[in-house]
Nanobody, 112 residues
Framework: QVQLVESGGGLVQPGGSLTLSCTAS????????MRWYRQTPGKERELVAT????????SYADSVKGRFTFSRDNAKNTVYLQMNSLKPEDTAVYYC?????WGPGTQVTVSS
């Protein structure tokens, strides 16, 4: 059974930084592409970033390009989303995803 567990969310001021983590179990992590999505109330879930199995290929939503960095440590079955220069519009629940599996999400709130 696939399990994804996110951590690292919280409250941060505009311009601040946070790093989200997602640890996976029940999958062969080293061959699994991973994704971060986010969702705010009343809106569809938005794809934020994707990373290939080996970590050599990454893509980002235009809204976060240049501010967010997606990385992975296959030895720890963990991916990271480094979020810099955070804006109020980044406020959302952030979800880790691989295939059809989702984590429970972690809340990120950007507010002064």
């Amino acid at each position: 059974q696939v399990q994804l567990v996110e951590s690292g969310g919280g409250l941060v001021q505009p311009g601040g930084s946070l790093t989200l983590s997602c640890t996976a179990s029940g999958i062969i992590f080293s061959i699994s592409a991973m994704r971060w999505y986010r969702q705010t109330p009343g809106k569809e879930r938005e794809l934020v970033a994707t990373i290939s199995a080996g970590g050599g290929s990454r893509s980002y939503a235009d809204s976060v390009k240049g501010r967010f960095t997606f990385s992975r440590d296959n030895a720890k079955n963990t991916v990271y989303l480094q979020m810099n220069s955070l804006k109020p519009e980044d406020t959302a629940v952030y979800y880790c995803n691989t295939g059809k599996s989702w984590g429970p999400g972690t809340q990120v709130t950007v507010s002064s």
